[in-house]
């Protein structure tokens, strides 16, 4: 019996490829079942830079089998696949093999879903063209089982991975001194592309705070202003610990002494539960001090979009695992809608025309307490988004000393922050990641996943009108609830 193709009793019989995965780890994994009478084994190969999962296509015949896995001599049966119990009361998986021309979807009753097997199939997800606005084929309603199903194997796979997981293998953590200068330690942030760094007290000799975009927004809205907390001259000499003491007493808020962070050894899902209960978009990973002495270390700024992209790597050979991420927008209580969308209870969405000026989105972005302002033109069309990262490019320069937040315009200002990562003109910026409501949770979740993603903002297709914005808080909120 050959690897390519496993006799069947009548030729007349069809043969369809088939891939079983073993997500469980092992030194070798070989599969065993009813398809080969119970006495060949067939030797499954590790997964490339994921070699806990094992993978293997055959060629099997149409109808009903069962089978198990050998992993390191020990017969074993996947507990997340279907199962059956034979005769002498084994447990075995099993599966229901048809011809892919008929297979039901992996959304379905064919009986795939949800196992440790695949058909063979293009079942590739692409975003939809937004200028044609043509529709991907509707997937069928999933059951509430299902859904339950989906959220409790995402809730396994944050309890039994860690932090440590998120850590790359190189790369670099920027820490500053409390007793830097306000106006040097922005200029660092803009320098090194970042929009928060931890903060380290050399006195008290622990980590103490974060410093981000937000406490520049405040900075620059008071500069100028009666009863301002500081001057421009004085960002020169102002350290950021007299800011924060400063920052606390002006809006009377109690000052945080100690920074929130997790373990290299917490769970995902005690870091996911920290950033949401928190508020926050990034926390540090730090080493405990195992005794007196034992000066901590910055192993990673970890975020929700970190801990997304581990979990696509994990159930990516395996997506009929979870059928609930192949669900569309319209059909799930996720994001945040307009009231045309969603239904008169909901709030007008957070955005501005780029002709408004700059001191109204500081404004918009700090009494919304959100992290991002869609950008529109004339017409209502989206054209970019304005963020609270994008603010730290006044530090350029000293751009903050020269341009006065009611004179200069949205637009102005992100044309004065323009890179090579961003468009000109009146396209769509490029930072603007737009999708349909008829878009699958899955399109959304690629795109958060990606490096200083945060946020998918749903548009109407062609006119580009502003229907929704869905971010990354708002997946984990859905996933884990």
Known sequence: MSREGIACKSRNLALVPTTFIWPHGGAQVLLCGSFTSWLTTLPMTPLENCPTVFQGTFNLPVGYHEYKFIVDGQWRWDHQGPVAHDLHGNVNNCVTVKIPELASSPNGDGGTSGSNMDV????????????????????????????????????????????????PESGKVIVLDVMLPVKQAFHILYEQGLTVAPLWDSERQQFVGMLSASDFIIILRQLGNLGSMLSEEELDTHTIAVWKDEKSTFFRVRRQRHLISVGPDDSLRQLTDKLLMNEVATLPVLTHAAQDGFVPQVLHLATLSDILKCMLRHFRHVPSWLPLLLQPLYALPLGTWSPEVGGANCRPLAMLRASAPLSAAFSLLLQANVSALPILDDNGSLIDVYTRSDI?????????????????????????????????????????????????????????????????????????????????????????S
């Not at 692409?126 to 339950?148: F, K, N, T, Y």
Request: proline fraction near 2%.
């Open 120 to 167: 063979d199939q293009n079942s590739g997800h692409h975003m939809i063209d937004l200028q044609d606005g043509h529709q991907q084929p509707r997937p069928q309603a999933i059951s509430a089982g299902e859904v339950e199903t989906s959220k409790q194997r995402l809730a396994e796979f944050l309890l039994n991975h860690t932090a440590y997981e998120l850590i």
């Open 392 to 480: 730290t490019s006044l530090a350029r320069d000293r751009a903050y000393a020269t341009v006065h937040l009611h004179e200069i315009t949205v637009g102005q200002a992100l044309q004065m922050g323009q890179d090579n990562n961003r468009t000109g003109g009146s396209s769509v910026g490029t930072r603007c990641h737009m999708c349909l409501r008829s878009h699958t949770l899955r399109d959304v979740i690629e795109r958060l996943a990606t490096p200083g993603v945060r946020r998918v903002i749903c548009v109407e297709a062609g006119s580009r009108h502003v229907e929704g914005i869905i971010s990354l808080r708002d997946v984990f909120r859905f996933l884990t």
